[in-house]
């Protein structure tokens, strides 16, 4: 069984780029996304505590079964340690046998940017030029650099209540051709861009910006609010946009939708990629899609990165499972 660590994966990403590991990404999400019911698909299982949530995330199709361990501790940054952290595995449905354990702090965020410019595709206007981003912590740049793969982005405005971490996203994106843009408040970030993303952690209800204070036409990737009792916007301003779930029996759970009923929910984003429903109709329009990061974005991209491990012989192989003459000797593994 092959082991795939952080070294493996910055190697791995390093062989093939960083805007061509995101397009190997966005491009099997939509491949996956457009086979939809070939999955068996379910809800995370959460465990919560008052500190945070533990989850079990899994998926699988006829060849493979995938599930994530990932948690979510909003306090742990204060204490030196990651908010989410994560790690995977993939499995061959045959046999039921392991192929892979992978290393997904990383890849969580890579696919979750990855999930918001698939929806982007649908749901943004074509000549987005303009992008806010709210919270810069541990998953902005990952968020903001998939956008500019997929659109010409001239310009990112960002805010942020911790200076620090403004300053960390300044300096980690220094090199990008789009203008940065510190920003004093919220409203002046979110003001006239086209694309905005709200990636706060504070575990709590709260409105991040209103209606009126965005343009007509934005796309609003809501990735922030992924938890029971953790939403970034209000009721008022869902009932006034376009909305876009992953998966309605997790999102109603954990999503903004957790504060509306079900039939404000306009589509589930398999069913735009499957053209079952038009995305963007019109230039006017304000759409959003609220991603809570659900279990079929972690087959996908655990697919990718295992063959992307063999093809570039990347990763350890480990005896994590025994290897035997007799399979009904398992005892003999004990003896001498």
């Known amino acids: 069984m092959k082991i795939l660590t952080v070294p493996d994966i910055g190697k791995m990403i390093k062989i093939i780029g960083l805007e061509n590991f995101f397009k190997r990404i966005t491009t099997a999400l939509e491949e996956?996304?457009?086979?939809?019911?070939?999955?068996?698909?379910?809800?995370?299982?959460?465990?919560?505590?008052?500190?945070?949530?533990?989850e079990l995330m899994p998926c699988a199709d006829q060849q493979l079964y995938a599930f994530k361990y990932v948690n979510g501790h909003p306090d742990n940054p204060l204490k030196g340690k990651l908010n989410v952290v994560a790690i995977g595995i993939l499995s061959d449905a045959g046999s039921g046998y392991p192929l892979m354990?992978?290393?997904?702090?990383?890849?969580?965020?890579?696919?979750?940017?990855?999930?918001?410019?698939?929806?982007?595709?649908?749901?943004?206007?074509?000549?987005?030029?303009?992008?806010?981003?709210?919270?810069?912590?541990a998953q902005a740049e990952f968020q903001v650099l998939?956008?500019?793969?997929f659109f010409q982005l001239e310009e990112v405005r960002?805010?942020?209540?911790?200076p620090q971490a403004m300053v960390k996203f300044s300096k980690n994106l220094a090199e990008q051709k789009f203008r940065l843009i510190p920003c004093n408040s919220i409203v002046e970030a979110v003001r006239h861009a086209d694309i905005v993303i709200t990636a706060t952690a504070a575990k709590k209800r709260q409105s991040l910006f209103e209606f009126e204070d965005i343009s007509p036409g934005t796309y609003i990737h809501a990735m922030g609010g992924d938890c029971p009792g953790k939403t970034e916007l209000s009721a008022e301003f869902l009932n006034q946009v376009k909305l876009v779930v992953e998966y309605k029996?997790?999102?109603?759970?954990?999503?903004?939708?957790?504060?509306?009923?079900?039939?404000?929910?306009?589509?589930?984003?398999?069913e735009?990629?499957?053209?079952?429903?038009?995305?963007r109709q019109n230039n006017d329009e304000i759409t959003l899609f609220d991603s809570v990061g659900f279990a079929l974005e972690d087959h996908s991209i655990l697919r990718v990165v295992y063959e992307l491990a063999k093809e570039y012989q990347l990763g350890t192989e480990s005896a994590l499972i025994p290897e035997l003459n007799d399979p009904k000797n398992l005892f003999g593994l004990l003896s001498p």
């Open 32 to 54: 996956d996304f457009g086979r939809w019911n070939e999955f068996v698909l379910s809800p995370r299982h959460g465990t919560y505590y008052p500190q945070g949530v533990i």
């Open 101 to 137: 354990i992978s290393e997904m702090t990383l890849l969580t965020a890579f696919r979750t940017a990855a999930t918001g410019v698939l929806a982007a595709k649908y749901l943004a206007r074509k000549d987005s030029k303009s992008l806010a981003i709210i919270g810069t912590g």
């Open 146 to 149: 998939a956008f500019a793969g």
């Open 158 to 162: 960002f805010f942020d209540t911790d």
């Open 249 to 270: 029996p997790q999102s109603l759970v954990e999503g903004e939708v957790q504060q509306c009923k079900a039939d404000l929910i306009y589509a589930e984003l398999w």
């Open 272 to 279: 735009l990629v499957c053209n079952n429903k038009p995305g």
